[in-house]
């Protein structure tokens, strides 16, 4: 199974505070994804990136949020303002052109 | 909209015996994957077995097999022989066909393994 890392694997932040969680997928996979799973519930889609900019985005993926690939590599979601509610895991997601998506080890957030 | 039910929120199994976990969804689609993926206490997610709607037989993995009826929009997963490291959360999803298409997950089961 191809691997993904995410980076840090614990963030603990203040509301109110932005927050930036990274994930670095194969290279040469296509479409990225980010998930989130509030502790204790299913996991839900945020938001899927192809060809540099978003494809799809659910209704949790609000202004607060927002997706980038700077470097072409890296793959980052950035939370504005966090809220209590933000605590959760969030998992980055990846697919080249095989149909299986492959999940990073996710980042647990936490918002006190 | 998709949606994806899991019916069964726990359920257990004795070492080396067979268990089954149902899942459904609903969908207007005719071209579309079903995935199970398993969610251990470390909370990485794995995936377990694919299934693409547009073949009639089911999908075997080692122990693990589904039971996919497209009529009724099921998609069961059969794990045999099971053993300890078995236990886990397991999560039905669905994907429509289509090039950046999202996951919709349904929410889970944990299944428990008991010697």
């Known amino acids: 199974e191809p691997e993904v890392t995410q980076t840090p694997s614990h963030q603990v932040t203040q509301m109110g505070q932005e927050v930036i969680l990274r994930c670095v997928p194969i290279?040469?996979?296509?479409?990225f994804y980010w998930y989130r799973q509030i502790l204790g519930q299913k996991v839900e889609f945020l938001v899927s990136f192809y060809n540099n900019e978003i494809s799809e985005k659910s209704e949790i993926f609000d202004d607060q949020f927002s997706v980038e690939r700077p470097d072409g590599s890296n793959f980052t979601l950035k939370i504005r303002s966090t809220k209590l509610e933000d605590s959760a895991m969030y998992f980055c997601?990846?697919?080249?052109?095989?149909?299986?998506?492959?999940f990073g080890p996710g980042t647990r957030l936490t918002v006190t | 909209a998709q949606t994806v039910t899991q019916s069964q929120p726990e359920m257990s199994v004795q070492e080396a015996e067979t268990v089954t976990l149902s899942c459904t969804y609903d969908?207007?689609?005719?071209?579309?994957?079903l995935f199970w993926y398993k969610q251990p206490p470390s909370r990485q997610m794995i995936l377990v077995i694919r299934q693409e709607a547009y073949k009639q037989q089911n999908a075997t993995e080692n122990r693990f097999s589904v039971n996919f009826q497209k009529a009724a929009k099921s998609f069961s997963l059969k794990i045999s022989d099971s053993q300890l490291g078995d236990a886990a959360m397991y999560f039905c999803?669905?994907?429509?066909?289509?090039?950046?298409?999202?996951?919709?997950f349904g929410t889970g089961t944990r299944l428990q393994v008991t010697l």
């Open positions: 997601a990846h697919r080249s052109q095989g149909d299986e998506q492959y």
């Open positions: 969908t207007s689609e005719s071209d579309y994957y």
């Open positions: 290279s040469n996979h296509l479409y």
């Open positions: 999803a669905y994907r429509r066909a289509g090039t950046a298409s999202k996951l919709t």
